[in-house]
């Protein structure tokens, strides 16, 4: 008998990049988690373990619907890799300053103002509403990926004098593609 091996690899979205409109826009609401959305999140985790991330939401991959997935479990172990559908915080308390990055905005960090703790409600992978409390980086990174939901980017949180370097270095990088 002869067996034969098969290798899936999962489908690598491509991401999109901070002048893309898709990047402003609401996401709607999914109205039924079905085997369509569980590969959308498979492909998500995907690309975002390959981008070397530790969050994606949907429009990133220019899919306008309410979905993210993370994973910090390296960072904290208490929190396994998780997607949520139609999240919504219902809580957050306390506040913290911590530096951010983005897949979509590549090479960018700056310093954001975000509660250090939310409680968070959404939708599993099943179909099944959960109910559940981010603290310090889950937290942070809960709100980064929500905030995608909505057409908001970190960047937007930055103060007058990030928001002035941030023009100077995407000018720097803007020159520098039309020197090459």
Same mark, same amino acid.
């Given at each position: 008998?002869?067996?034969?091996?098969?290798?899936?690899?999962?489908?690598?979205?491509?991401?999109?990049?901070y002048t893309?409109?898709?990047?402003?826009?609401?996401?709607?609401?999914?109205?039924? %988690? +079905?085997?369509?959305?569980?590969?959308? &999140?498979?492909?998500?985790?995907?690309?975002?373990? =390959?981008? *070397?991330?530790? /969050? @994606?939401?949907?429009?990133?991959?220019?899919i306008l619907?309410?979905?993210?997935?993370?994973?910090?479990?390296?960072?904290?172990?208490m929190y396994?890799?998780?997607?949520?559908?139609?999240?919504?915080?219902?809580?957050?308390?306390?506040?913290?300053?911590?530096?951010?990055?983005?897949?979509?905005?590549?090479?960018?960090?700056?310093? %954001? +103002?975000?509660?250090?703790?939310?409680? &968070?409600?959404?939708?599993?992978?099943?179909?099944? =509403?959960? *109910?559940?409390? /981010? @603290?310090?980086?889950?937290?942070?990174?809960?709100?980064?990926?929500?905030?995608?939901?909505?057409?908001?980017?970190?960047?937007?949180?930055?103060?007058?004098?990030?928001?002035?370097?941030?023009?100077?270095?995407?000018?720097?990088?803007?020159?520098?593609?039309?020197?090459?």
């Amino acid at each position: 008998m002869t067996s034969i091996l098969i290798e899936i690899k999962m489908a690598k979205l491509n991401i999109e990049i901070y002048t893309a409109p898709v990047l402003r826009r609401c996401a709607s609401l999914v109205e039924r %988690v +079905t085997p369509e959305i569980n590969q959308l &999140v498979q492909d998500m985790f995907e690309t975002m373990y =390959e981008a *070397k991330g530790i /969050g @994606l939401a949907a429009p990133q991959v220019g899919i306008l619907q309410r979905i993210i997935v993370c994973d910090i479990e390296e960072y904290e172990p208490m929190y396994p890799p998780m997607a949520l559908i139609n999240p919504v915080i219902i809580e957050c308390s306390g506040q913290a300053i911590g530096e951010e990055g983005c897949l979509s905005l590549p090479g960018i960090m700056g310093l %954001v +103002t975000r509660a250090e703790m939310v409680c &968070v409600t959404g939708l599993t992978l099943n179909g099944t =509403e959960v *109910k559940f409390t /981010g @603290l310090d980086l889950m937290a942070r990174v809960l709100q980064h990926e929500m905030e995608h939901l909505d057409g908001v980017l970190f960047i937007d949180h930055f103060d007058n004098m990030q928001r002035a370097m941030l023009k100077e270095l995407m000018l720097e990088k803007s020159n520098n593609k039309e020197a090459k």
